[in-house]
């Protein structure tokens, strides 16, 4: 079953206390993203990659990083999380060109 | 600024009660409009993709139609598992194809 995974799916934690969210897909798709998504302003790119060892930012990249050392995986790191990260996450992959064709099941942080 | 302008923000429907969503967009050189399926605790699902204005595409009771600034979402005779939220997307051409989402349409079928 194609499938995009999360994890966590919820976390609390606090100001400053680096925290990863691991994304993985099992399609092979070359392209992967990290959207947040917020109330009345959508989806959000943060990152993308189009490959293995090819990342750029998205619209909103400040307070995050990514890497993408294998095909399937892409985490998402945030170094020193502020209360203005608490949000909704969603890792997403596709075949080719930059539009998710498959999102995972969303990460709910709440940094305190 | 590339622009993704959903409407309405929720819509209320009686079961079997046709309607629309509408999704205006403002995107230099599009490449591309596409519609998803949001339910709650879940990602958005892939549901359409419209390239060029005069495009349809239909799926079960849903269809999707394109015009050179706005795209709509038809729902006949909806049924309560339709309720969601529903997303569209504007992708501008480029060598990364940059996209942008709307803040989506939250429908609620009532039996």
């Known amino acids: 079953e194609a499938q995009v995974t999360q994890n966590p799916r919820y976390l609390i934690t606090v100001t400053g206390k680096k925290l990863t969210v691991t994304c993985s897909q099992n399609?092979?798709?070359?392209?992967m993203s990290w959207y947040r998504q917020d109330p009345g302003l959508g989806l959000r790119q943060i990152y993308y990659?189009?490959?293995?060892?090819?990342?750029d930012k998205g619209d909103v990249p400040e307070g995050y990083k990514v890497s993408r050392k294998e095909k399937r995986n892409f985490p998402l790191i945030l170094e020193s999380p502020s209360p203005n990260q608490t949000s909704l996450y969603f890792c997403?992959?596709?075949?080719?060109?930059?539009?998710?064709?498959?999102f995972g099941d969303g990460t709910r942080l709440s940094i305190l | 600024e590339d622009q993704v302008t959903q409407s309405p923000e929720a819509l209320r429907l009686q079961e079997g009660e046709s309607s629309s969503l509408n999704c205006s967009y403002t995107?230099?050189?599009?490449?591309?409009l596409f519609w998803y399926r949001q339910d709650p605790g879940k990602g958005p699902e892939f549901l359409f993709t419209?390239?060029?204005a005069g495009e349809e595409k239909e799926k079960e009771r849903l269809k999707a139609t394109l015009t050179k600034k706005e795209s709509f979402l038809h729902i006949t005779a909806p049924k309560p598992e339709d309720s969601a939220t529903y997303l569209c997307?504007?992708?501008?051409?480029?060598?990364?194809?940059?996209?942008?989402f709307g803040t989506g349409t939250k429908l609620q079928v009532i039996p």
């Open positions: 997403a992959s596709s075949l080719s060109g930059g539009v998710p064709q498959h």
């Open positions: 399609m092979n798709h070359e392209y």
């Open positions: 990659s189009m490959n293995v060892e090819v990342t």
């Open positions: 995107v230099s050189g599009l490449r591309g």
């Open positions: 419209l390239y060029s």
């Open positions: 997307a504007a992708v501008r051409s480029g060598g990364y194809q940059k996209v942008t």
